[in-house]
């Protein structure tokens, strides 16, 4: 998979049965040669799915003759029609194979929109590698965190120093109301001297 994805080279890698599956009949056999100037993949269909897939590779120094290859498959599996697909100007140095359909790789790449490959299109790179994304991250994270914790012990001082003021006027309000009382108590045992002090008629 990492050898695809090296020669994906971070586009789409467009597999060729994705490439010729329009051109799959969904009855009967069918077969595609899907030539490359090292090489050439014979997909083998049946039903419109595909059973099987063979790559051949040049010999050293030479092309591929897919017309070769097709005569060395034993007689089961040139069973059905042919299409063979090359880049147009490999079209013109293949030897013919009777009844077979030829058609250049061009057609079928332009006519495709929009791939869906074995691996996504790579989207633009970040501009801070992924490492030095998480650090901040966690940094902001931690600074948020911080923050949150520093306006709680601010709300709790405030609460704090709110109840204390509360409690001070409370008791301000008790020593009050008992000078208040003491003082009544001292009217009222004087007057209660200069009342029984009054001479009596």
């Known amino acids: 998979m990492e050898a695809y994805r090296a020669a994906a080279g971070g586009r789409p890698l467009?597999?060729?049965?994705?490439?010729?599956?329009?051109?799959?009949p969904r009855r009967g056999p069918f077969r595609v040669w899907f030539c490359r100037e090292r090489w050439a993949e014979l997909l083998v269909y049946r039903?419109?799915?595909?059973?099987?897939?063979?790559v051949r590779r040049a010999p050293r120094g030479r092309r591929l003759d897919p017309g070769a290859e097709e005569a060395r498959?034993?007689?089961?599996?040139?069973?059905?029609?042919?299409?063979?697909?090359?880049?147009?100007?490999?079209?013109?140095?293949?030897?013919?194979i009777d009844g077979a359909e030829y058609l250049p790789l061009e057609s079928i790449?332009?006519?495709?929109?929009?791939?869906?490959?074995?691996?996504?299109?790579?989207?633009?790179?970040?501009?801070?590698?992924?490492?030095v994304r998480i650090v901040l991250l966690a940094a902001a994270v931690l600074a948020l965190g911080l923050l949150l914790f520093f306006k709680h012990v601010r709300q709790v001082e405030?609460?704090?120093?709110?109840?204390?003021?509360?409690?001070?006027?409370?008791?301000?309000?008790?020593?009050?109301?008992?000078?208040?009382?003491?003082?009544t108590e001292a009217l009222l045992a004087e007057r209660a001297r200069l009342v029984e002090g009054m001479p009596r008629d």
Request: net charge positive; glycine share 8%; hydrophobic share 45%.
């Open 14 to 24: 467009v597999l060729p049965y994705q490439l010729v599956s329009a051109r799959v």
């Open 158 to 183: 405030h609460r704090s120093r709110r109840l204390a003021e509360l409690a001070e006027a409370m008791d301000m309000d008790v020593r009050a109301s008992l000078a208040r009382r003491q003082e």
């Open 47 to 54: 039903d419109g799915l595909l059973v099987s897939s063979t």
């Open 73 to 96: 498959l034993p007689a089961e599996q040139r069973i059905g029609p042919l299409l063979v697909v090359a880049a147009g100007g490999e079209l013109s140095l293949l030897e013919r």
């Open 109 to 131: 790449a332009i006519g495709r929109r929009g791939p869906d490959g074995l691996f996504a299109a790579a989207g633009r790179r970040p501009f801070l590698p992924a490492r």
